[in-house]
């Protein structure tokens, strides 16, 4: 680690995100190490880095989540650290546990805090007992229905049924009444079972139209923690986030610095190190936190575009222990930020679209931002998430950045699969979301055509 950085980084990830890490990379003067599955042998990411692996066939399974062939490449390639990216090994706190092992930084936070927060319910207790403000709900898991419907009573109807290792909505039932509560109970532990092999469950009030709004911290392994303000990410559909905002139209700038000021102070009482993000509802005025993500995030890019800072940069610098070297004061909001995310898929059904693109061409111009492992001809593989790019725009002021995202989707162009691009150009004419009045339903209501 000459200069107290790491000579060499192993990406463990793929696409976009597997770009930007290479970016922040070459700029701080590291070399970078590309791993792929064979399906990704001409992605973009391996053509541009100093190195690459490849680690197995086109499965997921059996290369970007194979534990053994990744830490095999760091070791033949002699890289210091690895970067997980976003998905695959990135919240498993076994992976980062053996990287730990055979001698590599985990670019994240430690394995306890990963796993501190990958049990919802040890996730909540733990920020509760900060101060942190919760939905209210069943203090801690809950074994049998009766001990549910004691809960339900006691915090009245509408509630929600959680799974424990829960995340992404599986395993998530409501109930409007007693006479509900059986079969919520009984399909949220199944649901549950199958879907994490766990059916630990947890009971909270359901609220009914809430805003999604998270917060951006970064803490070094020193003590000193920031954030950098919110992202509203109520636009979204299936639990898939579409568009992504900074800052959220719902909020004024004191509940911008309350809600930010108690997540720092909460993740610095937790003793938690490097990025992550603190998820909150927020309904009438009020937040309440349900999870928090321990890794870098597809929308830190609304956040770089309204603060200045490469937060992969400060990610990859605290992970080598450097201090931080600036306090909260010290970081500025300047403007509005807006993230499209574009997917292959078909804008109506979005059904996935891999294929070969035939035709591409970016947006460019003051204020605009693509982040996209995508080239003319390239092959978009059927094996993996289908985010293709990120559009993120910046502008003065939120109706600047509106103008511009407008005039910015017109100009892109990607031929040869269907892609998100019209659903983007249909949402941004909606005058709801022009005002900013939308909530975590509001999209699934427009594409239903139920009145919101
Ligand atoms: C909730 C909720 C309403 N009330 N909790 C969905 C997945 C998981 N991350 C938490 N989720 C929710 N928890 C209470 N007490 C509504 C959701 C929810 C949601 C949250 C954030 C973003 C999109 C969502 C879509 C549907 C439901």
Same mark, same amino acid.
């Given at each position: 680690?000459?200069?107290?950085?790491?000579?060499?980084?192993?990406?463990? /990830?793929?696409?976009?995100?597997?770009?930007?890490?290479?970016?922040?990379?070459?700029?701080?003067?590291?070399?970078?190490?590309?791993?792929? =599955?064979?399906?990704?042998?001409?992605?973009?990411?391996?053509?541009?880095?100093?190195?690459?692996?490849?680690?197995?066939?086109?499965?997921?399974?059996?290369?970007?989540? /194979?534990?053994?062939?990744?830490?095999?490449?760091?070791?033949? !390639?002699?890289?210091?650290?690895?970067?997980?990216?976003?998905?695959?090994?990135?919240? /498993?706190?076994?992976?980062?546990?053996?990287?730990?092992?055979?001698?590599?930084?985990?670019?994240?936070?430690?394995?306890?805090?990963?796993?501190?927060?990958?049990?919802?319910?040890?996730?909540?207790?733990?920020? *509760?007992?900060?101060?942190?403000?919760?939905?209210?709900?069943?203090?801690?898991?809950?074994?049998?229905?009766?001990?549910?419907?004691?809960? *339900?009573?006691?915090?009245?109807?509408?509630?929600?049924?959680? *799974?424990?290792?829960?995340?992404?909505?599986?395993?998530?039932?409501?109930?409007?009444?007693?006479?509900?509560?059986?079969?919520?109970?009984?399909?949220?532990?199944?649901?549950?079972?199958?879907?994490?092999?766990?059916?630990?469950?947890?009971?909270?009030? +359901?609220?009914?139209?809430?805003?999604?709004?998270?917060?951006?911290?970064?803490?070094?392994? @020193?003590? !000193?923690?920031?954030?950098?303000?919110?992202?509203?990410?109520?636009?979204?559909?299936?639990?898939?986030?579409?568009?992504?905002?900074?800052? &959220?139209?719902?909020? %004024?700038? =004191?509940?911008?610095?309350?809600?930010?000021?108690?997540?720092?102070?909460?993740?610095?009482?937790?003793?938690?190190?490097?990025?992550?993000?603190?998820?909150?509802?927020?309904?009438?005025?009020?937040?309440?936190?349900?999870?928090?993500?321990?890794?870098?995030?597809?929308?830190?890019?609304?956040?770089?575009?309204?603060?200045?800072?490469?937060?992969?940069?400060?990610?990859?610098?605290?992970?080598?222990?450097?201090?931080?070297?600036?306090?909260?004061?010290?970081?500025?909001?300047?403007? @509005?930020?807006?993230?499209?995310?574009? /997917?292959?898929? @078909?804008?109506?059904?979005?059904?996935?679209?891999?294929?070969?693109?035939?035709?591409?061409?970016?947006?460019?111009?003051?204020?605009?931002?693509?982040? &996209?492992?995508? +080239?003319?001809?390239?092959?978009?593989?059927?094996?993996?998430? &289908?985010?293709?790019?990120?559009?993120?725009?910046?502008?003065?002021?939120?109706?600047?950045?509106?103008?511009?995202?407008?005039?910015?989707?017109?100009?892109?162009?990607?031929?040869?699969?269907?892609?998100?691009?019209?659903?983007?150009?249909?949402?941004?004419?909606?005058?709801?979301?022009? %005002?900013?009045?939308?909530?975590?339903?509001?999209?699934?209501?427009?594409?239903?055509?139920?009145?919101?």
């Amino acid at each position: 680690m000459a200069n107290g950085l790491f000579e060499k980084v192993l990406i463990a /990830n793929r696409g976009e995100i597997a770009l930007r890490i290479h970016r922040a990379c070459r700029e701080m003067g590291i070399q970078t190490v590309a791993v792929h =599955s064979t399906a990704d042998a001409d992605a973009m990411h391996v053509r541009l880095a100093d190195e690459s692996v490849c680690i197995g066939p086109p499965s997921a399974r059996q290369s970007y989540l /194979n534990i053994p062939a990744i830490l095999s490449a760091a070791s033949i !390639t002699g890289a210091d650290a690895i970067h997980p990216g976003i998905g695959f090994m990135a919240e /498993n706190a076994q992976f980062a546990e053996m990287v730990e092992e055979h001698g590599f930084t985990f670019i994240g936070p430690t394995p306890d805090h990963i796993r501190m927060m990958g049990d919802k319910v040890v996730a909540k207790r733990s920020v *509760a007992a900060c101060g942190l403000p919760v939905v209210p709900g069943s203090d801690g898991p809950v074994e049998d229905l009766d001990a549910a419907i004691e809960v *339900a009573r006691s915090i009245g109807f509408p509630v929600l049924i959680k *799974a424990a290792a829960g995340g992404g909505g599986k395993g998530m039932k409501v109930a409007t009444s007693l006479d509900g509560m059986r079969e919520a109970w009984h399909m949220a532990r199944s649901e549950a079972r199958a879907a994490f092999g766990n059916d630990q469950v947890y009971l909270e009030k +359901y609220l009914g139209r809430p805003r999604h709004i998270e917060i951006q911290l970064l803490a070094d392994l @020193h003590g !000193t923690v920031v954030h950098f303000g919110e992202r509203d990410c109520s636009v979204q559909r299936r639990h898939q986030k579409v568009i992504e905002e900074a800052p &959220s139209p719902a909020l %004024n700038a =004191s509940q911008r610095d309350y809600i930010g000021e108690l997540a720092a102070k909460t993740t610095r009482q937790l003793g938690y190190r490097g990025l992550g993000t603190m998820e909150f509802l927020y309904e009438d005025g009020a937040f309440f936190f349900i999870e928090m993500n321990t890794r870098l995030q597809v929308e830190h890019t609304i956040t770089e575009m309204i603060t200045g800072v490469d937060l992969v940069r400060e990610q990859i610098r605290v992970a080598t222990g450097a201090p931080l070297g600036y306090d909260q004061s010290d970081i500025r909001f300047h403007g @509005h930020a807006i993230e499209c995310r574009i /997917n292959a898929e @078909h804008p109506e059904t979005f059904l996935p679209s891999p294929g070969r693109i035939d035709g591409y061409h970016a947006p460019g111009g003051l204020g605009i931002r693509i982040d &996209s492992a995508l +080239y003319d001809g390239y092959v978009v593989p059927p094996y993996y998430d &289908s985010l293709i790019a990120k559009l993120v725009v910046h502008g003065g002021t939120r109706n600047e950045c509106l103008m511009r995202l407008r005039r910015a989707l017109d100009e892109f162009v990607i031929d040869g699969i269907n892609t998100s691009l019209p659903l983007h150009q249909m949402i941004v004419a909606q005058p709801d979301f022009l %005002n900013g009045s939308y909530d975590i339903h509001w999209l699934e209501h427009l594409m239903s055509g139920e009145k919101p």
